[in-house]
């Protein structure tokens, strides 16, 4: 059952309430933090791509185009179109001949919103390139190129790169492919849906590589965690959660779509994943602040960062604040 997560008031009366569900998992692999249902399974969405990220890097991609670490920090990203994104995506497109034709996502806007407005005004149109997802679409591309495998059907479940994508899945998180509900992501890609254990023991194995037994595996989970936390704002974008929490060199963080969001902490070895039922991202930041603070997490300008950019506060169209949001949850510590 999904436990009450975030509370949101207006005038001091409860207007809405958030559901959902949290787990946490140790370095030995073992559930830590309980919270809801943690076995009922959750698409993974973005989240998942610094797991699907991985056999690109195994296979020498990167090596074979020349790629450079901010082209692999692109490969993981829910990316919003400011000009670091698409310069970076230009990069990786010259350096594995690439085009942007070569994508199937829908032509975009850019998602931030300063961003759009301006190239709204300069007569922008929507392109594939500012999809969100058009950076792990360009790394499966190049690693395809490299292969000789078709570039045509890169997204269908029995493609060879979405195949080996399915392994390296279940592999991080210890889940059978088999066993894993398979769907079809917004801008085209196979997603997995897996329990929040799952989800949370990828994760810190990500933080930890050195929990993964398979050495190539292993290190292409450090390269993608160390892209990551070099360049966060390639991750996310300007103000975005995992962005945020990724200027802290000890966490490894990444949202998707619906609400789905996990982060690995290095140092305490423990790998976090949460869901909220309603699909809403609004309450992440609210959330992943609690969690730090409940389990005494000691960089607290960290927490601060979090709280600084997302302080809980309810503000009308003219700016006056009208409520506010705030956990109410406790995590359930397992013996």
Request: a negative charge; proline letters at 4%.
């Amino acid at each position: 059952m999904n436990e009450r997560l975030v509370e949101e008031t207006r005038n001091g009366w409860l207007e809405c309430e958030h559901r959902g569900a949290i787990c946490g998992v140790d370095r030995h692999l073992q559930p830590q933090y309980a919270l809801g249902d943690i076995y009922t399974p959750m698409f993974l969405r973005s989240a998942g791509k610094p797991l699907q990220a991985i056999p690109v890097v195994r296979s020498g991609t990167l090596e074979h185009y020349g790629l450079q670490t901010r082209d692999l920090a692109l490969m993981t990203a829910s990316h919003r179109g400011e000009s670091i994104h698409i310069d970076t995506m230009e990069h990786i497109m010259q350096c594995a001949g690439l085009e942007e034709n070569h994508l199937i996502c829908s032509p975009s806007f850019p998602l931030n919103e300063e961003v759009k407005e301006q190239y709204l005004r300069d007569g922008g149109e929507r392109r594939r390139a500012y999809h969100n997802c058009a950076g792990k679409h360009f790394g499966v591309l190049a690693w395809s190129h490299m292969m000789g495998w078709d570039l045509a059907t890169y997204t269908e479940p029995e493609h060879p790169a979405q195949q080996e994508i399915t392994r390296t899945i279940g592999e991080m998180a210890g889940v059978d492919p088999e066993q894993m509900h398979a769907g079809t992501d917004g801008c085209g890609f196979p997603v997995y849906a897996l329990p929040l254990q799952g989800l949370a023991t990828a994760y810190v194995k990500i933080a930890c590589p050195e929990l993964i037994k398979d050495e190539p595996t292993r290190q292409a989970a450090e390269r993608i965690r160390n892209a990551m936390q070099e360049h966060p704002l390639l991750v996310g974008g300007t103000n975005r959660v995992d962005s945020l929490l990724m200027e802290d060199k000890n966490i490894i963080a990444k949202g998707g779509f619906k609400g789905i969001f996990a982060f690995g902490l290095r140092h305490e070895g423990l790998g976090f994943a949460f869901k909220v039922a309603d699909g809403s991202d609004e309450e992440w930041a609210h959330i992943v602040a609690s969690i730090l603070e409940q389990i005494g997490y000691e960089e607290k300008s960290t927490i601060e960062r979090i709280r600084r950019v997302f302080p809980g506060t309810i503000r009308n169209d003219n700016g006056r604040v009208v409520g506010e949001q705030k956990t109410v949850f406790q995590l359930q510590a397992l013996k």
